[in-house]
């Protein structure tokens, strides 16, 4: 089974300025898909971005950004401009090819300090 | 755009009672899932279906089972309810006919066991 690692259980981050999540993930394969899903207090799932493994461009959602570093095995997720808004818990997610089981980390709660 | 339905919101049983979660795809989406989410956890996969038939099983107890109907909406079904089966269940769909297969997440069923 796949291991998706968060290694930061909260971040805080001062509003407009930058914060950076990180994500590590275990696998022997070389094609795969990663996904960033935002959970804010309602507890509603929202997909934020993704990457495809193949691609070597790094995923851009507006504010939302990732570094792809496919032979580290490493997918952080940069959140410019922070808003109020942003505040979440973030969960990183792993979804093989033809698979069905997305796993995830155990996620990161972003505060933003207004 | 239209998203992942779900019925009820919240639901409130008794030990022992049975209950039944519904899920209503995005319109054209082909794949559903089944997920739990105890409080401070990730989610966890239960169970999907592509085209009415069970794709892939995670850790769904026995006295849990599901379907996927002509219409392509989902029911979970859970029977002799414990006080552990207390969580956010929530439903995702995706298109297989999609590149990453991108799972969308409805708001979830928060089922409360007492």
């Known amino acids: 089974a796949q291991t998706v690692t968060q290694s930061q259980p909260e971040m805080s981050v001062q509003e407009a300025e930058t914060v950076t999540l990180s994500c590590t993930y275990d696998?022997?394969?070389?094609?795969?898909?990663l996904f960033w899903y935002k959970q804010p207090p309602s507890r509603q799932m929202i997909l934020v971005i993704r990457?495809?493994?193949?691609?070597?461009q790094n995923a851009t959602e507006n504010r939302f950004s990732v570094n792809f570093q496919k032979a580290a095995k490493s997918f952080s997720l940069k959140i410019s401009d922070s808003q109020l808004g942003d505040a979440a818990m973030y969960f990183c997610a792993y979804l093989g090819i033809g698979d069905y089981k997305l796993s995830f980390g155990a996620g990161t709660t972003v505060t933003v300090r207004a | 755009a239209a998203g992942v339905i779900q019925s009820p919101r919240h639901l409130i049983k008794e030990k022992r009672e049975t209950a039944t979660l519904k899920c209503y795809p995005i319109?054209?989406?082909?794949?559903v899932y089944w997920y739990q989410q105890g409080p401070g956890q990730d989610p966890q996969f239960l169970i999907s279906f592509y085209e009415k038939m069970q794709s892939d099983k995670g850790s769904i107890p026995d006295r849990f089972s599901a379907q996927q109907f002509s219409d392509y909406h989902s029911e979970l079904n859970m029977s002799s309810l414990e006080l552990g089966d207390s969580a956010l269940y929530f439903c995702?769909?995706?298109?297989?006919?999609?590149?990453?297969?991108?799972?969308?997440f409805g708001p979830g069923t928060r089922l409360t066991v007492l």
């Open positions: 319109p054209r989406h082909d794949t």
């Open positions: 995702a769909s995706s298109f297989a006919g999609e590149i990453t297969d991108t799972q969308y």
């Open positions: 696998t022997s394969e070389s094609d795969y898909y």
């Open positions: 990457q495809e493994a193949y691609k070597q």
